[in-house]
């Protein structure tokens, strides 16, 4: 029992930080419908997918790290609700900053189960 709790706790966030930069991927899809020539389309693209580089880098992090990559998904989380406060319905907010609070606090949960002197090396 201990071995499957070990194991959720250490792939469940890993796992739903994939699927939301995967989510925050698709509102960057809407570049192809605007009539930009070639260039300019892959340029928006890239620049529409910063988000989601910025969830990558944090789940990079805190793939190794989780203490410090929970500390940078709640400041992603945190920094969209200052930069987009009044502009959006508290449902848009959650949707957005939502997920990358519980991720904070799953690989916050993670760290801190794995720093107890009892607790497993690693997750695999």
Do not use: K
Request: aromatic fraction near 14%; proline fraction near 4%.
């Amino acid at each position: 029992m201990n071995e499957t709790r070990d194991r959720v706790l250490y792939w469940a966030p890993r796992i739903v930080a994939i699927l939301y930069a995967l989510f925050l991927g698709l509102f960057a899809l809407d570049v192809f419908g605007q009539g930009y020539g070639l260039w300019d389309t892959i340029l928006a693209l890239l620049i529409h997918l910063v988000p989601t580089y910025l969830v990558l880098i944090a789940l990079l992090v805190a793939w190794r790290w989780e203490g410090v990559g929970s500390i940078l998904l709640l400041g992603l989380g945190l920094v969209y609700l200052l930069m987009t406060r009044g502009q959006f319905s508290w449902s848009m907010y959650a949707m957005i900053s939502g997920p990358l609070v519980l991720l904070a606090a799953l690989f916050l949960l993670d760290w801190l189960y794995r720093c107890r002197p009892e607790a497993p090396s690693n997750g695999a």
